[in-house]
């Protein structure tokens, strides 16, 4: 590897010329944040308009934090799988 794609690392995880995971995890955390704060931002308005939820307020509500439960297992298959994959990453 050069020193200038040294130097674009995401954080917390290694990129190798084989394996880019560590953008993934970074670029889907940042989409995931702004998608709970749109979720968040579209809960509250509707509550304090209304009063009450509807049905597609729950489901957005619901998609929400399955899309929070997907990350954090693709984030945790991704960590444990780069150390069964690549011994010598881990060492």
Do not use: F
């Amino acid at each position: 590897m050069s020193s200038a794609q040294e130097d674009l690392r995401p954080p917390l995880l290694p990129v190798t010329d084989y394996d880019h995971g560590a953008w993934v995890i970074t670029v889907s955390t940042i989409l995931l944040i702004l998608t709970i704060l749109a979720t968040v931002i579209t809960t509250i308005s509707r509550l304090k308009m209304t009063r009450k939820l509807a049905w597609n307020d729950i489901v957005l509500v619901l998609g929400c934090v399955g899309g929070i439960s997907d990350k954090y297992l693709l984030d945790h298959q991704a960590n444990s799988s780069r150390h069964s994959l690549y011994p010598k990453l881990s060492a």
